[in-house]
């Protein structure tokens, strides 16, 4: 089976998990994208929601399916979050923002009764960080901000480059105006001592480790769909 189909896969499983009436956050990514499709086909045949989406990629996307749209201003509490993941760990911690939407896919998320992740195979890993952490920054300071994060990898034992993505020329600019530092870690033992670390750092806005957020995982592999929940 194609990767393509097997995130397909996980995504029309989640799609099975939407109810008339719910509140939804919508993710981010080709994953994602495959949800909003199978989502929207729903919603014309008569299903009921209203959603957020985490980025104006996704919120393109929902608008041209039909999925009516609102915003957390008006609709501040959601019940349920699909989306995609860059990594996935087996306590269900993620690295996210390998797409660089990591900020609202993170609000959105926290906003919601529940995180359900779709992915495929490739996605799921023993220990996090061979995909490099996404770190969203302001552009004021960024020098200082890269010495003050790289200070809180040495004080974690950490070893490994900060790239700014798009290069120093071209750097690529996330929906909120900002830049993002991809961390090439190798490996990360700590992902909760360094998700602490790397929010106190003024210039960070957020980075893409989600703990504590996704309930479960629909990951789809050669033979279908599992469910992966969180093993402490
Ligand atoms: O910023 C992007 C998001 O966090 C995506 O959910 C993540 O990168 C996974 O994307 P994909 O489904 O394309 O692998």
């Given at each position: 089976?194609?990767?393509?189909?097997?995130?397909?896969?996980?995504?029309?499983?989640?799609?099975?998990?939407?109810?008339?009436?719910?509140?939804?956050?919508?993710?981010?990514?080709?994953?994602?994208?495959?949800?909003?499709?199978?989502?929207?086909?729903?919603?014309?045949?008569?299903?009921?929601?209203?959603?957020?989406?985490?980025?104006?990629?996704?919120?393109?996307?929902?608008?041209?399916?039909?999925?009516?749209?609102?915003?957390?201003?008006?609709?501040?509490?959601?019940?349920?979050?699909?989306?995609?993941?860059?990594?996935?760990d087996?306590a269900?911690s993620?690295i996210?923002?390998?797409?660089?939407?990591?900020?609202?896919?993170?609000?959105?998320?926290?906003?919601?009764?529940?995180?359900?992740?779709?992915?495929?195979?490739?996605?799921?890993?023993e220990t996090l960080g061979?995909?490099?952490l996404?770190?969203?920054?302001?552009?004021?300071?960024?020098?200082?901000?890269?010495?003050?994060?790289?200070?809180v990898f040495?004080d974690l034992g950490l070893?490994?480059?900060?790239?700014?993505?798009?290069?120093?020329?071209?750097?690529?600019?996330?929906?909120?105006?900002?830049?993002?530092?991809?961390?090439?870690l190798g490996a990360i033992p700590d992902p909760q001592a360094l998700a602490a670390a790397l929010?106190?750092?003024?210039?960070?806005?957020?980075h893409?480790l989600?703990i504590g957020?996704?309930?479960?995982?629909?990951?789809?592999?050669?033979?279908?769909?599992?469910?992966?929940?969180?093993?402490?």
């Open positions: 089976m194609m990767s393509e189909d097997m995130k397909r896969l996980a995504a029309e499983r989640a799609v099975a998990d939407v109810t008339s009436g719910m509140k939804l956050g919508i993710g981010t990514g080709s994953t994602a994208e495959h949800f909003v499709r199978a989502l929207g086909a729903r919603v014309r045949e008569g299903l009921q929601v209203i959603g957020v989406p985490t980025s104006e990629r996704t919120r393109a996307l929902a608008e041209a399916e039909g999925i009516p749209l609102t915003t957390l201003e008006e609709t501040p509490a959601l019940d349920l979050t699909v989306d995609g993941a860059d990594e996935i087996p269900l993620l996210k923002g390998g797409g660089g939407a990591h900020l609202r896919e993170k609000i959105v998320a926290a906003a919601s009764t529940r995180m359900i992740v779709i992915a495929d195979s490739s996605k799921c890993v061979k995909f490099p996404p770190i969203e920054v302001v552009p004021f300071g960024l020098g200082a901000t890269r010495i003050a994060i790289g200070k040495a070893s490994g480059d900060l790239r700014m993505r798009g290069g120093a020329e071209h750097p690529f600019v996330t929906d909120g105006g900002h830049y993002i530092l991809d961390a090439h929010v106190a750092v003024p210039g960070v806005v957020e893409g989600f957020l996704a309930a479960k995982a629909y990951v789809a592999g050669p033979d279908g769909v599992f469910e992966m929940t969180a093993r402490a």
